[in-house]
């Protein structure tokens, strides 16, 4: 009895150790990456990650905001008005780790960075995203609620 029980608890203790995916957590989750990244999140956070400079206050003002969908679609948008929209589609790499973004028709630089981009995710939680993103070689962190 006694050797079933340490045998469960070093199990448990081993599928914990393995769910953490990302830099900043969640430890554990009954989500899949899919199912917590699908959401439409607004910008509350930016910091250039070189300089520690902090961004925020401009892109939560132009009310940015990153809407993705089930279907593998993504959209940015900000100022509230259609002309400011970015559209393509996503998928997650790297044992979900990682997202791929390619844009529909145009080569503008988002909060997701440039067409192509991949995207660290160092915290995905049903209600917050944290995605690390290189732009002209300058590497941002956004938290997005």
């Known amino acids: 009895m ?3 029980t340490a045998i469960g608890f070093i199990l448990i203790a081993l599928s914990f150790s393995a769910c953490q995916d990302y830099e900043h957590g969640p430890l554990l989750s009954f989500k899949s990456a899919e199912e917590r990244l699908v959401n439409v999140w607004a910008v509350c956070f930016v910091q250039n990650t070189a300089t520690n400079q902090e961004l925020t206050a401009q892109l939560v003002a132009a009310n940015y905001r990153l809407a993705i969908f089930i279907n593998g ?3 940015v948008s900000w100022n509230d008005t259609s002309a400011n929209t970015i559209q ?41 995203l944290w995605l690390k993103t290189s732009v002209n070689a ?8």
């Open 2 to 4: 006694l050797r079933k």
């Open 73 to 75: 679609e993504f959209e």
């Open 88 to 128: 393509g589609s996503w998928t997650l790499q790297e044992n979900d780790t990682k997202v791929a973004w390619t844009f529909s028709g145009t080569d503008r630089i988002g909060i997701v960075g440039q067409n192509g981009s991949i995207t660290e995710i160092t915290r995905l939680k049903r209600n917050e």
């Open 138 to 145: 300058l590497e941002f962190q956004f938290v997005l609620e």
